[in-house]
């Protein structure tokens, strides 16, 4: 066995994949020796899922005064206001939440070793772990890559996972696939230059069709809903693969829909006006109000037409690139049967068993598009699962649908490509594991975010109300209308939307009120959302509710609903038939706190025994430091120098003047691409520009120094070939960080002369 | 790397068959910890995960370790698991084991003291488990047991007041490294305290 889990996972991971987890943890090495700009810092490990938690501006209110925490490294930090020592949030990203049975034993095995054993399946198909070590995460990277998972641009102001329907390729009501597409934009955008510089996180989806439209489309920045046209050709009709298109959609405290950019954007098209998208965004978008930074307040602000005609024009002129089309001449579905169809026989099930396996056969399975087929959803307690349950579940992926696994957005998981004759004895096997809750999707599957728990935002206790309502409508479910069972409870701990209340048909959202001198936890209520259609609707605001009360609140609603709805109206209907002051006048009463010395379970949220404070509020890192592609891209130089440094410590002298040289190109190419972005990325092409650009133009040239500097990074180019003694490779690092010292003055010169693209 | 270095060790005690204790009713009682600093580690949270079956339960999360109360397989328990490999740093494995059964018997101890939540349940130490939450150290295999088997023996049998001490691997080859621990001691926790402080001195 290795001495490090580098040595050991050399082989099973990629090369770049590698390196860029080096390049990390020699990030958090210059962090530990406070030698690295705190915001580029949070940013960069923001852009490898490494996420902030509750608490780690080392201050807690323990309920009855705020508390510091003394890590042992205090006043190190890993961020602004952010402790180095604080545990942290780690968020892998799952692109269209596709993992395999390998994967899962992996993630397994990094919950127990590097956080609190749970895995917990976010609402856009992430995992999350909690209480995470920054000093833990270089290795936690690697041991993902080694099963081709990456972390990169998890968070911050990047492309985040790409979602897809969780039936998709097996869906009745589907145009096609969508997997296949989502995987492409998701390797495509990964990444790529033009999504560096976004002023805001920036999401995408893919849903496979209109109705029901699982896969959310229209609430995010890109959406898209698989659709075909039909042609008539001369030897009979084409059938071509193409996307209903939107752009600009969102949720956030302010939701917005997304508008219509194409009802037909071709198949081969996807990726090119996705990128010219990005362009137009990174160089667009807002970027000093982090409020108003979204994609949506882009296309608001120069109108659809003109979004359009922006993005069509940079689309027009994007140098071409392979991967546009490389995909498409071989599209294959993402995952198959490993076993034949079948049909269930009902006469298997004994009779013991009967009651429950009905239960959760009538809400957990689904028929799939292909006969003999079913999809089985594990219902997850707030999306949460064990380690154990986790490796356990690989082996049952393996016995029955091998990898046709997915996370879902409603905090689930799906098993496709069961076969109906094994639904039996799948359940008894996911009963051993305790997977085999029964209510997928219905009332008492309740989504929520984080809140309070882990969330530096939230603002009242999300799980723990969604817990609360789940535990209580699953008591009542035997004597619950089915028009009530059917209906979805989404729970956001602030206004930020990450439970996404605004798409339930029952939404809660975290807030506090004073009362009598007290901070009392309230929700604000939300009704008649719309999930399906791909978040057809938002819900209708009604007021804030006491935290406390809110499960009286869902029984009086939903006690109305059934009694008042005309023949089978929907419930957002009814909701919008009535009206927000027939709501507002119905729960007018449960909208009183009662006196503190009369009940002091007001005074504190649901599973926190604390009195309630919004004191323990911080700094959300949601919407990351923004960060620029040039100080990334001279930091990225800078850290070349000090591995250089490093080489040169151990007597690695060729590797020490390489690694110099490799600072200046960086430092070179990202001048360069200020003002011609579409340079090669090879030495020679920024070379020429370089001397094109900044050499010739003078722009490089230092008052005093003149062209020295440039001359150094010139002559460096040139001796790549020619073996470095250790003087020179001493010489060379000297000749680098001067030259990395006036390619930061050469970008001041810059900025002021208005020189930037 | 000898599975002597390993540093993310846990020790996980049970109360006797006849507990009967509230999982829940450990929540407020892990946030009073924090408000008093029941415990001597830099106490951060309090995570209840009592929703999730076989589930780490109610976590007290502290910089240096976990805490979790929690009745995993059926069996309630006290988890205690070290989070930073530095807490041990200059440690011998036995000086390792020494710390970690010292901090897992000191909380439950102080859990036993919980009167109204305990209701008089005690925590065994005829057995327990030890396990290494680190697959490259120490994966779970015959070879890291037996090198880890003689310190740990010389340790266990002094602290527990013991002759004899049985060790047991449990799990597969994919689980943690974990091995059951059977001392046939009847000795109260607090006792194993006592006796571990003795041996640091």
């Known amino acids: ?757 | 790397m000898s599975a002597l270095t390993a540093t993310r060790l846990g020790v996980r005690f049970y109360l006797t068959e006849d507990a009967e204790v509230d999982l829940a009713d450990c929540v407020p009682v892990f946030h009073r910890w924090i408000q008093e600093e029941a415990l001597s580690d830099i106490l951060i949270d309090v995570s209840d995960y009592t929703h999730v079956p076989d589930g780490p339960g109610v976590l007290l999360v502290a910089h240096e370790a976990s805490y979790g109360f929690d009745d995993a397989d059926g069996r309630l328990g006290l988890q205690y698991r070290v989070r930073r490999p530095e807490w041990l740093q200059g440690q011998s494995p036995a000086g390792k084991w020494r710390r970690v059964l010292g901090a897992a018997a000191t909380a439950a101890a102080l859990l036993e003291g919980e009167t109204a939540m305990m209701r008089g349940a005690r925590f065994r130490t005829d057995e327990f488990d030890v396990s290494i939450a680190d697959r490259l150290v120490a994966p779970n295999t015959d070879a890291t047991l037996e090198q880890l088997e003689g310190s740990m023996k010389a340790l266990f049998s002094r602290a527990f007041g013991v002759n004899k001490v049985e060790l047991r691997r449990q799990g597969e080859k994919r689980t943690m490294f974990s091995v059951r621990v059977r001392t046939g001691s009847q000795m109260p926790v607090g006792d194993v305290v006592s006796n571990l402080e003795a041996l640091a001195a």
């Open chain 1, 1 to 757: 066995m290795a001495a490090t889990w580098k040595e050991e996972l050399a082989p099973a991971m990629a090369p770049e994949l590698a390196r860029e987890i080096d390049v990390f943890e020699s990030q958090v090495e210059l962090c530990r020796q406070g030698k690295i700009d705190e915001k580029i810092f949070a940013e960069t490990r923001l852009r490898r899922g490494v996420y902030g938690q509750r608490y780690d501006n080392g201050q807690r209110h323990d309920g009855m005064r705020t508390r510091t925490l003394n890590f042992p490294r205090k006043g190190l930090a890993k961020g602004p206001g952010t402790e180095f020592d604080a545990p942290g949030m780690m968020r892998i990203k799952i692109p269209f939440g596709a993992l395999t049975p390998r994967q899962l034993e992996v993630l397994a095995e990094i919950a127990e070793e590097y956080s609190n054993g749970i895995l917990h399946v976010t609402t856009r198909q992430d995992i999350q772990y909690h209480f995470v070590h920054l000093d833990d995460t270089p290795d936690l990277m690697r041991r993902l890559a080694s099963v081709g998972i990456t972390t990169r641009e998890a968070c911050g102001n990047s492309v985040r996972n790409v979602t897809a329907c969780q039936v998709a390729g097996v869906c009745p009501t589907e145009s096609f696939d969508v997997s296949p597409y989502a995987h492409a934009l998701a390797d495509f955008l990964l990444g790529h230059d033009d999504a560096q510089d976004f002023g805001r996180k920036f999401k995408v989806a893919f849903s496979g069709c209109q109705t029901p439209g699982c896969g959310l489309s229209r609430m995010h920045d890109l959406g898209y809903i698989a659709r075909i046209r039909r042609e008539e050709g001369p030897e009979g009709p084409v059938l071509h693969r193409g996307f209903e298109f939107f752009v600009g959609g969102g949720l956030g405290a302010v939701p917005q829909q997304a508008k219509v950019f194409d009802e037909f954007l071709p198949e081969a098209e996807l990726l090119p006006t996705a990128q010219a998208v990005c362009r137009v965004f990174g160089r667009l978008g807002e970027k000093k109000n982090r409020a108003r930074a979204r994609l949506k307040f882009l296309v608001n602000k120069l109108g659809l037409e003109e979004f359009r005609r922006l993005v069509l024009d940079e689309r027009a002129k994007l140098p071409e690139d392979p991967r546009w089309l490389a995909y498409l001449a071989d599209i294959a579905p993402v995952d198959a049967a490993i076993r034949p169809p079948s049909e269930f026989n009902p006469a298997s099930v004994p009779a013991a068993m009967a009651e429950e396996f009905q239960a959760w056969r009538t809400t957990n399975v689904e028929d799939q598009r292909q006969a003999g087929y079913a999809v089985v959803t594990l219902a997850l307690p707030l999306g949460d699962l064990t380690s154990e349950q986790t490796r356990r579940l690989a082996d049952v992926a393996r016995k029955y649908v091998g990898n046709s696994v997915r996370l879902t957005v409603e905090q689930n998981i799906v098993l496709r490509w069961v076969p109906q004759g094994d639904l039996l004895s799948l359940y008894q096997d996911l009963r051993e594991l305790r997977l085999h809750r029964p209510g997928a999707g219905t009332i008492i599957d309740v989504t929520s975010c984080p809140g309070t728990d882990t969330c530096k935002l939230g603002i009242s206790s999300s799980r723990g109300l969604a817990w609360e309502l789940s535990e209580r409508l699953a008591a009542q479910n035997d004597s619950l209308n089915a028009a009530v069972r059917g209906l979805r409870i989404k729970v956001s701990g602030c206004f930020n939307s990450c439970g996404q209340h605004h798409v339930g048909d029952l939404g809660f959202l975290g807030v506090s009120r004073k009362v009598n001198g007290y901070t009392v936890p309230h929700f604000q209520v939300v009704l008649g959302g719309e999930w399906g259609n791909n978040a057809g609707a938002f819900g209708l605001g009604v007021g804030a509710v006491p935290s406390k009360r809110i499960p009286d609140v869902v029984e009086r609603i939903t006690g109305v609903f059934i009694q008042e709805r005309e023949g089978n109206e929907a419930f957002q209907a009814f909701i919008k038939r009535k009206g927000k002051t027939f709501v507002r006048e119905l729960i007018q009463d449960l909208l009183t706190v009662p006196a503190y010395d009369v009940d002091r379970s007001f005074y504190s949220d649901w599973g926190d025994p604390r009195e309630y404070t919004i004191g323990d509020l911080g700094v959300g890192e949601c919407a990351g430091e923004v960060v620029s592609p040039v100080d990334f891209g001279l930091q990225a130089s800078e850290r070349d120098l000090f591995e250089s440094q490093e080489q040169l410590e151990k007597e690695s002298f060729q590797d020490a003047a390489d690694m110099a040289y490799r600072a200046m190109l960086q430092a070179a190419k990202t001048l360069v691409r200020l003002q011609e972005r579409d340079v090669a990325d090879e030495p020679e092409a920024i070379v020429e520009a370089f001397r094109r650009r900044l050499l010739d133009t003078r722009l490089f040239h230092d008052p005093f120094a003149g062209a020295k500097f440039a001359h150094y990074f010139l002559r460096a180019h040139a001796a790549t070939d020619i073996e470095a003694s250790p003087e020179e490779a001493r010489q060379r690092i000297e000749e680098a960080q001067l030259f990395i010292e006036a390619a930061h003055a050469c970008y001041g010169r810059m900025v002021e002369q208005g020189l930037t693209q």
